[in-house]
């Protein structure tokens, strides 16, 4: 085991990934070609085609990946191209309906016809504004009413005549008195006085009386067939208005009628509109008036023209409210949704105020994201969908639908019970793609029973690229494609190589190359402000590191107040010496989107005791059940391996000192392991050593995350305190292609003041930090008495057997006595 106490230091050459800029084969990002920005993500290409293509229901997208990764662009992009190819989309109005007024129906016309039957209407509606009044003053027209007028007179005046003619044969006269029309007795053509009538004979008084009874039931008949002439009349006087009417609109119409003949809804909606017109004009003629009246009296004109009701009582109610209409026809329609309400997607009602309340009709219907992206292609962020209320179940509806049905909310939850404008359903057809991180996709998975039914076609994003060089080179295109996009400066061969460097950082592994577009961008725009703050031509290495180290700056004060707090011994880190039973081991800390190591002292206490290995942590409820089952498996290592056939006789405790918030993972596992080791045999710890790595019950130490922040946050206390060139950290060996650390570190290592080790086993790790072997069983089946695991063993059989001694004393056994 002397070589694991001779473990050799990780060469400067593993610590780092370096890209040689005279080896990517171009002076500047001006020599390469654009390439497509999907660099990498062949997968998730592939599920957008297929999901595209497919024409089967419920086959929509949801393209899931961490935040940045491009899902946006690349899906606009991917949809627009295929989109440009596709048919354009037909237009949808809504028209009135005359006969239930609350239900508008919608019409379906080819693309870019909506907008002409809106000004065909328009057009018809001003002809019939001028042309039907001057029809009516036209003298014929008038001659024919006041024929009409005359004849109705006519008949009033023949009866009150005959019955007049009636009344003077037997001496009555017929007179027009302020109550109406009455009767009188005569004498000598003259109205006979009160007081000569009652000097009458009684039988002649008796004849007038019964004369004037019978002319005034004759009276009563004729005043009784007054109304049903004046109905007559008026009869009369609307079939000439429906006649007018439709003299004056007809031409009109069949004009219309004759541009849309294809279109038989629309030829259907023009029959209405005639018979309407023909039917209401004088009404609607009376409600204009009525309107400019009100608005020379500077009285509310916003909703002129409209009923209290949804029926519209002026010369609106024959527009055409173009829900959706485009001219340019080029193509299927590809909308973002970026506020994706409810009433943002599947279109609103909106209302008007009239003296006080709320009014509403047809025209004021408004298209939704569903409407505009009809026929074609949807996108919407997943995680700003499921933040508005009701909107993923009026998506869902409409899906499983295929139709749109606009409704408020209210009507949605059934919380109102009044009516409402109900617009006829218009059919959907149209492909949505989600967007959102793969937490999301997962969640709905799970928890959504109708999720899987409608989003059939998953694109998984992938954040890495593995290097090779080939795709080195396609990674520099790709930087040099987003450089010109954004319109910055070139990159010179080196600024490219240290982008790069960057990636493989960003990526957590020198194998790989990060796909996260958000960070790239990000980087290559801080390093074009520091080319163009200084007055470059390109951007260099050098513009890309004042780039990284701003980033840093920005974001360092906690991990600049934390190792502050070391460095000042406020908490407690030990960078030189050995101790027994204490260790310094590594946590990464993220704070947004930086993360920085920092050393933690991991203690461990051992006695006599049960077999019970008690993490303070979790005892204190501040460790998490991945840093619990890591002790956990602790206990299995040391049962397993020492002193199988005594009883597991010990009581330790592990904690990590001066921390006073959570704790979860498994990477302090191997420290933790070592500090009990450490305090079970009695042999120190070295000090300047940092450890990090998880364990198994095997004894064998596995990779990690963040070991390049665990290392640098080592290497910055032992710095700050100076560096003795025997400082260093232990990481798993599978954690070596992983590294990828910073300049400073490389040149303490490369001058020998600092070492990063590389360990595959506890026994490794161990002969290293104590300086004494670890030991293997020989051939009795013991450890070495002097090794860690002879010392170890010879601890935990001491403890079995005073256990057993107490035990035997519990049961009363008595003790040998001395001499005896």
Not at 780 to 790: E, K, M, T
């Amino acid at each position: 085991m002397l070589r694991d106490m001779n473990l050799t230091p990780l060469p400067p050459e593993k610590l780092t990934v370096r890209f040689d800029p005279g080896a990517l084969g171009f002076e500047s990002t001006e020599e390469l070609e654009d390439l497509d920005v999907s660099l990498g993500q062949s997968r998730a290409l592939e599920a957008i085609e297929f999901g595209a293509d497919m024409p089967r229901p419920g086959y929509n997208l949801f393209l899931l990946g961490s935040e940045g990764a491009g899902k946006y662009e690349t899906i606009m992009a991917r949809l627009s191209a295929k989109a440009a190819d596709g048919p354009a989309p037909d237009d949808w109005v809504y028209v009135n309906n005359f006969e239930v007024s609350h239900k508008p129906r919608a019409i379906r016309l080819p693309n870019g016809r909506g907008k002409e039957l809106a000004e065909a209407m328009a057009r018809l509606v001003e002809d019939v504004r001028g042309a039907v009044p001057s029809l009516f003053e036209r003298e014929e027209n008038q001659r024919r009413l006041q024929e009409i007028q005359e004849e109705f007179q006519q008949k009033q005046q023949d009866a009150f005549d005959a019955l007049r003619k009636k009344a003077n044969e037997r001496s009555i006269a017929l007179i027009r008195t302020p109550m109406g029309f009455g009767f009188a007795p005569m004498r000598n053509d003259e109205v006979m006085k009160p007081e000569v009538f009652e000097k009458l004979p009684e039988s002649e008084r008796r004849r007038i009386e019964q004369d004037i009874e019978a002319l005034q039931a004759e009276l009563q008949d004729i005043v009784r067939q007054i109304p049903a002439w004046d109905r007559e009349r008026r009869a009369a006087m609307r079939d000439l208005n429906r006649e007018i009417v439709a003299f004056a609109v007809d031409s009109s119409i069949e004009l219309i009628r004759d541009q849309f003949k294809d279109l038989p809804q629309v030829v259907d909606y023009l029959a209405a509109v005639r018979a309407d017109l023909v039917e209401n004009f004088a009404s609607i003629m009376a409600a204009e008036q009525a309107a400019s009246q009100a608005q020379a009296e500077n009285e509310e004109t916003v909703d002129a023209g409209r009923s209290s009701g949804f029926e519209i009582t002026g010369f609106d109610r024959y527009r055409v409210n173009v829900l959706v209409g485009d001219e340019s026809g080029t193509g299927a329609p590809v909308v973002y949704a970026d506020n994706p309400t409810m009433p943002n997607l599947i279109g609103r009602v909106e209302h008007v105020s009239r003296y006080g309340a709320l009014v509403t009709d047809f025209t004021l219907i408004k298209p939704g994201a569903l409407h505009r992206a009809n026929g074609g292609y949807l996108v919407i962020d997943a995680r700003q969908l499921l933040m508005q209320p009701l909107s993923w179940e009026a998506l869902k509806r409409a899906l499983k639908a295929r139709s749109i049905t606009i409704e408020s909310p209210a009507q949605m939850l059934s919380l109102v019970s009044t009516i409402s404008l109900e617009p006829e359903p218009i059919p959907l057809d149209v492909k949505v793609a989600l967007f959102g991180d793969r937490f999301l996709y997962y969640m709905l998975s799970q928890l959504d029973p109708e999720f899987l039914d409608l989003f059939k076609v998953e694109a998984d994003f992938d954040d890495e690229l593995a290097r090779s060089p080939e795709n080195e080179l396609a990674f520099a295109r790709l930087i040099a494609t987003l450089a010109r996009r954004a319109q910055m400066r070139p990159f010179d061969a080196a600024g490219v190589a240290r982008v790069m460097e960057q990636a493989v950082r960003i990526a957590g592994d020198a194998t790989k190359l990060t796909l996260h577009r958000r960070s790239l961008v990000d980087l290559m725009q801080e390093s074009d402000f520091f080319a163009t703050r200084e007055g470059a031509a390109r951007i260099t290495d050098t513009h890309v590191q004042q780039a990284i180290d701003a980033q840093i700056r920005r974001a360092d004060r906690i991990r600049e107040k934390s190792h502050e707090a070391i460095t000042r011994d406020i908490v407690l880190i030990d960078t030189e010496g050995a101790e027994v039973g204490q260790i310094n081991g590594l946590a990464v800390l993220q704070l947004g989107r930086f993360a920085f190591g920092r050393p933690s002292r991991i203690t461990a206490r051992v006695r006599l005791g049960s077999g019970k290995l008690i993490d303070i942590e979790r005892e204190a409820k501040l460790g998490g059940p991945l840093h619990s089952k890591g002790v956990l498996i602790l206990s299995g290592f040391l049962q397993a391996r020492y002193a199988v056939d005594s009883p597991f006789s010990l009581a330790a405790t592990l904690v990590f000192e001066q921390s006073y918030g959570g704790v979860d993972g498994d990477s302090a596992s191997s420290a933790e392991l070592y500090a009990l080791l450490s305090a079970l045999s009695g042999l120190p710890i070295r000090q300047d050593l940092a450890v990090t790595g998880s364990v198994n019950q095997r004894g064998q130490v596995q990779a990690i995350g963040g070991v390049n922040e665990k290392i640098e946050g080592f290497f910055d206390i032992c710095a700050a305190r100076g560096l003795t060139g025997n400082q260093g950290v232990l990481i798993p060996k599978a954690n070596v292609e992983h590294l990828s650390l910073r300049g400073d570190v490389i040149e303490a290592v490369k001058s020998g003041k600092f070492a990063v080790y590389a360990v595959e086993t506890i026994d490794q790790g161990i002969a290293l930090l104590t300086g004494c072997e670890a030991g293997e069983r020989g051939s009795d089946g013991a450890f070495p008495a002097d090794s860690v695991n002879g010392l170890v063993e010879q601890r935990l059989r001491s403890f079995a057997r005073a256990r057993q001694a107490f035990g035997r004393q519990a049961d009363g056994e008595p003790r040998e006595r001395s001499g005896s």
